[in-house]
Nanobody, 114 residues
Framework: QVQLVESGGGLVQPGGSLRLSCAASGKDFSRSTMAWYRQVPGKQRNMVARITSSGYTNYADSARGRFTISRDNTKNTVYLQMNSLRPEDTAVYYC????????WGQGTQVTVSS
C-alpha cells in the first residue's frame, strides 16, 4: 500500500553536511507522522528525529542542534538535513511513517569519515 523511497545518503567528511529525502507513495502523507531512525549493525535502531502532521518536531539528544527534520506535503516528502556530521553519525538511516499502519523505508547508508 505505502512505499517509502529514500535518497541522499553517501560518504561525507567530518564537519560536512548531507540532506536525506524520503518520498512516500500513499495518499495520506499530510496526516501522517514521519520520522528518521538510524542503526549500526549489531546495535539498537534509534529514533533520530520525528515530525507530526501538525509540524511538531522532536530530536534525539545526539541530533538536536545539528539535524533538522522537515516535510513538504505537496511533494509527499520528508527531509533530514544533517550538518556538522561526526564519525559517530555513521549508520543506516531509515524513513518511518505512521499512517493507516506503520511503514519503513529500505534504509540509506551514511558514512562520515576522512
Amino acid at each position: 500500500q505505502v512505499q517509502l523511497v529514500e535518497s541522499g545518503g553517501g560518504l561525507v567528511q567530518p564537519g560536512g553536511s548531507l540532506r536525506l529525502s524520503c518520498a512516500a507513495s500513499g495518499k495520506d502523507f499530510s496526516r501522517s507522522t514521519m520520522a528518521w531512525y538510524r542503526q549500526v549493525p549489531g546495535k539498537q535502531r534509534n529514533m533520530v528525529a520525528r515530525i507530526t502532521s501538525s509540524g511538531y518536531t522532536n530530536y534525539a539528544d545526539s541530533a538536536r542542534g545539528r539535524f533538522t527534520i522537515s516535510r513538504d506535503n505537496t511533494k509527499n516528502t520528508v527531509y533530514l538535513q544533517m550538518n556538522s556530521l561526526r564519525p559517530e553519525d555513521t549508520a543506516v538511516y531509515y524513513c518511518y511513517m505512521v499512517s493507516a499502519g506503520v511503514y519503513w523505508g529500505q534504509g540509506t547508508q551514511v558514512t562520515v569519515s576522512s
